[in-house]
């Protein structure tokens, strides 16, 4: 079952957050108390749009992000879609992208973006969804 994300499960989604990126292709050392804040702070955005997935009687997963007014429009911009690892490939993914795109037509919304990992499934994943790489922007950071 799919419904909105709300602050009431924050702490489970902390737990699905670090369980799904700290193993493959991210391997990142998330802690659930680290996710939980990650994932508050987005959720508390203003213009922040959730869904999660509730199966077994639990969340197993979610969407989350925040849309932006550009000049051509307004874009939504997924930060976050995770899926605990006790129930990934069951579709779970699937289900969460899909109703969020559905979502964010009906709200007319001029496209939608997010970044990940540039090698192994998630590519193909999001390119089986319709997602193209970009080629008139580029992903640049700098450490401090």
């Known amino acids: 079952m799919i419904k909105p994300i709300t602050l009431e499960h924050l ?21 659930p108390e680290n996710a939980e804040i990650h994932v508050r702070e987005i959720l508390e955005s203003k213009q ?18 925040a849309s932006m007014l550009f000049h051509y429009g307004r874009t939504f911009e ?16 699937t289900a969460l992208l899909e109703r969020c795109i559905a979502d964010m037509k ?8 997010l970044i990940t990992a540039g090698e192994g499934l998630l590519p193909a994943f999001y390119a089986k969804h319709g997602f193209q790489k970009e080629n008139h922007a580029i992903l640049m950071g700098r450490e401090l």
């Open 78 to 93: 997924i930060n976050d879609l995770a899926v605990h690892p006790a129930f990934q490939g069951r579709g779970i993914a």
């Open 106 to 113: 009906e709200k007319g919304m001029a496209g939608v973006h």
């Open 11 to 31: 702490a489970r989604y902390g737990e699905i957050y670090a369980a799904a990126f700290s193993g493959p292709p991210w391997n990142d050392p998330w802690t």
């Open 48 to 65: 922040s749009y959730g869904l999660e997935y509730v199966a077994d009687g639990q969340a197993a997963g979610f969407i989350l992000g």
